[in-house]
């Protein structure tokens, strides 16, 4: 282990070999740090010592705080050495670890989040945890010099202590695992409670969810697009809408560069997190795309421009797919310069009335101003360009003076130190932005973001997929890895899904049916929910607290693993026309419902998947050639229905029509749309307004 006063000299290449940015990032740290796995284990009981676990992101602020701060600092770094075994994790590339800790911490300390810093014993029981710790006394938090040494004389002098504390946490996770789900209500009354409890929690005054700090819920937003359908309940999708425009307006969307930050500090929208997360930006494009379809405000199309625009340029992977994240941070101790702006900074790059122009639109030294740095601001859309162009002096139509203003600062903001980017391709995230891309794609009739999909999912497919162990977590130059992870197969299956409807492909969708039965097959667990790592597939090593079952149920904001499943097994049954799926999905959503009845905004993916399955689904096939054949399909695409397919042309097996569908046209017979619902279909369309209409009615009798 080295002593006391010298790291180990085998440090200083563990991390540095490994494959995850910010275990790299961490590697000229004076702490000697061991990768997840069975090592530091076995030098934890060969030792007789604690283990401390770090779990972290590359993309977060207050993890490098803590790296730059308290694991520089001398004292920390000779307290690990001589008293405990030291272990960093990626929670991205390992995301099943995070889960578990989490969970344990939680118990434990009632915290939660990132840096997670958890003591365990050298079998991997927590014992005690929190998650940002300065080096000495401050920010309302014991210093980190003085809880090492505590812990340590505690190991030492009280094990007893220690031993009740790990026993408590054990104890508190098997009653967790132990009690018995609530009753399981049916699909209406559990749909309604989730509803009103997320319409209870809706601010009126800034959209959106809660108070602050205030995340984007995608999930929730397309619930309440499904509620308005299903009820024509005109306040949810009001209050949809608000929320996509509160959103896109506030401080939360990169204004300049497209793409969302990870959450806003205020109620406000303004002033952000400024890490931006894959994850977060392919669910959200998705249900922009849907605010679109459903509302045609032209705000949504251009953050819908905007964030392909950021994902493509940012994330985007020359031999396809996306990375990971893009950091909040561009050297240590930054907070928000990159993405801020001083009115000196505006006057120099725009000058006095274009920059006065700007400023007013994007709420200078309003509401957005950086705690620290009042002069700094986050520029969010305050006025319109009409109304801030009032009493200036401007050549040019408003609208065209900011997005030129635009161009420019976006092209200065350029020249700055970036944040850095994390570029490793994870299946979780891959495949919800080949879904989201698709629906893009077909939506604004954007070919390049199809081909980008396709070169995703051909790319997974080939180098990170296996018929007996399903997708990959992760591809590297060295190939893929961390096989066995329920979100990789259910997120993976649902981009391919869509990608096979979009090209009407059957290759896609047979590659998502060996995925989703693979998931029905291998993750099976207590009442028929989903287990997040499959046990017989899974390549990590079993060390620790990974062994222990977790079912991830609650949207954490992004949609459960469980309820993508369900929504997944639901929208493969619709277009193979087999009930089975339907019923594997209806199978899953009640004991979902009968853990997450109470959640609010937290259930909302499970009570959508509940409302997917009573909404009797649409599908359309479009076919001809020319102008009005891309009218027809056009509108079909555009028209707003929370279940809807659409082909161009017939689709070959395994896809499935109803028989009243018929044969393909003849050659030559001109353009026509096919509507068919659930078992029977209208007769054929021409007129892109009546097709429309029919796809958002529903049903095939007007009234």
């Not at 200083?12 to 910010?22: I, K, N, V």
């Not at 405990?84 to 969970?103: G, I, M």
Request: glycine letters at 12%.
């Amino acid at each position: 282990m080295g002593t006391p006063e010298e790291p180990d000299a085998a440090h200083d290449s563990r991390l540095a070999r490994a494959s995850s940015l910010y275990l790299r990032a961490a590697a000229c740290q004076p702490i000697d740090w061991y990768p997840w796995g069975s090592e530091p284990f076995e030098v934890a009981r060969q030792t007789g010592r604690p283990i401390l676990l770090d779990i972290g992101a590359s993309w977060c602020h207050w993890c490098h705080v803590m790296d730059e701060g308290t694991y520089a600092d001398a004292e920390v770094a000779r307290l690990l050495r001589q008293y405990f075994v030291a272990v960093k994790v990626d929670r991205d590339e390992q995301p099943e670890v995070d889960r578990r800790y989490q969970r344990q911490v939680s118990s434990l300390s009632g915290e939660g989040g990132w840096p997670l810093t958890a003591f365990l014993t050298p079998d991997g029981d927590v014992f005690f945890g929190g998650t940002y710790y300065p080096p000495s006394d401050g920010h309302g938090r014991p210093g980190f010099r003085r809880l090492l040494k505590e812990i340590a004389r505690l190991w030492a002098e009280e094990p007893e202590r220690i031993r009740d504390s790990a026993t408590t946490v054990r104890e508190a996770i098997a009653r967790m695992g132990r009690s018995s789900p609530g009753p399981t209500p049916g699909p209406g009354p559990f749909i309604d409670d989730i509803v009103r409890e997320l319409k209870a929690s809706f601010d009126p005054a800034h959209a959106g969810f809660g108070t602050a700090p205030k995340f984007p819920h995608p999930t929730a937003v397309a619930l309440l697009l499904w509620d308005e359908y299903r009820g024509g309940h005109a306040s949810s999708g009001n209050e949809a809408l608000e929320t996509l425009l509160g959103m896109a307006n506030g401080g939360l969307y990169d204004q300049l560069g497209g793409g969302f930050h990870r959450y806003s500090v205020d109620e406000g929208w303004h002033i952000p997190h400024f890490e931006k997360l894959g994850v977060d930006n392919a669910e959200l494009l998705a249900v922009y795309v849907d605010g679109y379809r459903r509302f045609a405000v032209p705000r949504l199309e251009e953050v819908v421009r905007g964030v392909v625009g950021w994902s493509r340029t940012v994330l985007g992977d020359p031999e396809g797919g996306w990375g990971a994240s893009q950091d909040a941070d561009n050297a240590p101790g930054d907070d928000g310069g990159y993405f801020t702006w001083s009115r000196p900074e505006l006057k120099e790059a725009l000058g006095p009335e274009e920059a006065r122009f700007v400023g007013r639109v994007f709420g200078i030294g309003t509401d957005a101003r950086m705690p620290h740095d009042p002069e700094r601001n986050v520029l969010f859309r305050l006025l319109s360009p009409s109304d801030a162009a009032e009493g200036i002096r401007l050549e040019g139509d408003p609208v065209q003076v900011l997005r030129k203003a635009s161009q420019r600062l976006l092209e200065l903001r350029g020249r700055r130190p970036a944040p850095q980017v994390d570029r490793a391709l994870y299946a979780s995230i891959n495949g919800r932005f080949i879904a989201a891309y698709t629906g893009a794609a077909a939506v604004f009739d954007e070919p390049e973001w199809l081909d980008d999909a396709r070169r995703a999912a051909d790319r997974w497919l080939a180098r990170g997929f296996d018929r007996a162990r399903g997708v990959a977590h992760r591809l590297d130059a060295d190939g893929a890895r961390g096989y066995g992870l329920l979100d990789d197969q259910v997120s993976l299956a649902r981009g391919l899904i869509e990608l096979a409807v979009a090209d009407a492909e059957p290759s896609y969708l047979t590659r998502a049916v060996d995925l989703l039965e693979l998931v029905d097959r291998e993750f099976r667990g207590e009442d028929g929910l989903l287990r997040d790592v499959a046990p017989r597939l899974y390549d990590g090593p079993q060390v620790g607290g990974s062994a222990e079952p977790a079912y991830p149920l609650e949207d954490t904001p992004h949609l459960s693993a469980n309820s993508a499943a369900a929504l997944a097994f639901v929208r493969l049954g619709t277009l193979l026309r087999d009930d089975r799926w339907l019923e594997k999905g209806r199978a899953l959503v009640g004991p979902t419902a009968g853990r997450v009845g109470g959640a609010g905004l937290f259930a909302s993916g499970a009570a959508l998947a509940a409302g997917l399955l009573e909404t009797s689904p649409v599908e359309v096939v479009v076919e001809g050639r020319g102008d009005a054949a891309k009218a027809l399909l056009s509108a079909a695409r555009r028209a707003w229905h929370p279940r809807s397919a659409v082909f161009r042309g017939h689709p070959p097996p395994p896809f499935s029509l109803p028989t009243e569908a018929g044969p393909p046209a003849t050659a030559g017979s001109g353009a026509r749309a096919l509507v068919c619902f659930e078992r029977s279909c209208a007769p054929p369309v021409t007129d892109p307004a009546e097709l429309s209409r029919l796809v958002r009615l529903g049903r095939s009798e007007a009234g």
